[in-house]
């Protein structure tokens, strides 16, 4: 079935930082690909996605984009700050017709530090 | 608005009982979904809902879970006997449209149940 793996953590940067956090899946066809964020004492919650190969999502600063060449959807920041420190899950929802329609697939989760 | 709510935040039982635990949709969305996070886990799938039906349940892990959407707003996930290893985080996301590869359908997460049992 489809899956989704996230580099191991916890990461921990100083402020100002450059963030990479590598995700990799295993999908048929042309699956939607999001990486979601959880801050302490809050709910999941979409921060960006991509739809289609070669697609660049991007939201607060962070980037990802969706490379069906080396299946992967990697998420990016240039500068970090201490309110970045949170935990980020990359996931993904299979295209229509297949087992992981309509529903998201979600890798282990990388826990994000970042120290002033 | 009001987003995705769900209710006890916490429930703590013992083994063998039975436990409900509610989702409330945000208002106008048609697709809901449960999930269950266990301990330094990514969230996995349980069922979701069209409307009013079971449109994947492909997710729950055995005859003992089983949810309803009885007028395609409202869910409800019920546990059956429950076991020490059904503790961990019951998430419920609800969605305006079925999550796809249209680029619409984003899910909106409620802030969890916790249930432990002991």
């Known amino acids: 079935g489809d899956s989704v793996t996230q580099m191991e953590g916890p990461v921990t940067l100083s402020e100002e930082a450059f963030l990479t956090i590598n995700c990799t899946y295993t999908a048929t066809g042309y699956p939607s690909l999001f990486w979601y964020v959880q801050y302490p004492g809050e709910g999941l919650q979409l921060l960006l996605k991509a739809t289609k190969a070669d697609d660049k999502g991007s939201n607060k600063g962070f980037e990802a984009t969706y490379r069906k060449e080396t299946t992967s959807f990697h998420l990016e920041k240039g500068s970090v700050q201490v309110s970045d420190s949170a935990v980020y899950f990359c996931a993904l929802s299979g295209e229509a017709g297949g087992t992981s329609y309509g529903k998201l697939t979600f890798g282990q989760g990388t826990i994000l530090t970042v120290h002033p | 608005g009001a987003g995705v709510s769900q209710t006890p935040s916490n429930k703590v039982t013992e083994k063998g009982k039975y436990v409900e635990l509610r989702c409330d949709p945000i208002s106008g969305h048609t697709a809901l979904y449960w999930y269950r996070q266990s301990l330094g886990q990514g969230p996995e799938f349980l069922i979701y809902?069209?409307?009013?039906?079971?449109?994947?349940d492909s997710g729950l892990p055995n005859d003992r879970f089983f949810a309803v959407r009885p007028e395609g707003s409202v869910s409800t996930l019920k546990i059956q006997r429950t076991e020490r290893g059904d503790s961990a985080v019951y998430l419920c996301?609800?969605?305006?449209?079925?999550?796809?590869?249209?680029?619409?359908?984003?899910?909106?997460f409620g802030p969890g149940t916790r249930l432990t049992v002991l």
């Open positions: 809902f069209q409307g009013t039906g079971a449109a994947d």
């Open positions: 996301a609800s969605s305006l449209t079925l999550t796809g590869t249209s680029g619409r359908g984003e899910q909106f």
